[in-house]
């Protein structure tokens, strides 16, 4: 069992920063693929970002390309987001996830990960 605490959601005007953070239990968090999602009212869930075991793979979606980060520290069980130049449209309840048996070097689609976090809200003001 892998449990996913996100933290770092708020409020926060457009063009503003957040930084948001997801801590994993379990021992072997260096080899899970990590994804971030978000989830706004009556839409899908969409992956935003995702990060390779590794973390020197990395893929973005095209809507936050050039304004998002996506980040891994190993040694702390933790994977990050960057957010910067938010945007009205952001505004979502942000998921991370854990892909534990990886069958590649990145994973991407939802169907591949098998924990979820409990979700955290960013909302953008404009």
């Known amino acids: 069992q892998v449990q996913l605490v996100e933290s770092g959601g708020g409020l926060v005007q457009a063009g503003g920063s957040l930084r948001l953070s997801c801590a994993a239990s379990?021992?072997?968090?260096?080899?899970?693929?990590m994804g971030w999602f978000r989830q706004a009212p009556g839409t899908e869930r969409e992956i935003v970002a995702a990060i390779g075991w590794s973390g020197t793979r990395t893929y973005y979606a095209d809507s936050v390309k050039g304004r998002f980060t996506v980040s891994r520290d190993n040694s702390k069980n933790t994977v990050y987001l960057q957010m910067n130049r938010l945007k009205p449209e952001d505004t979502a309840v942000y998921y991370c996830?854990?892909?534990?048996?990886?069958?590649?070097?990145?994973?991407?689609?939802?169907?591949?990960?098998?924990?979820w976090g409990q979700g955290t809200q960013v909302t953008v003001s404009p």
């Open positions: 996830a854990a892909d534990i048996a990886p069958s590649a070097t990145i994973s991407y689609a939802r169907t591949e990960f098998d924990y």
């Open positions: 379990g021992r072997t968090f260096s080899t899970y693929n």
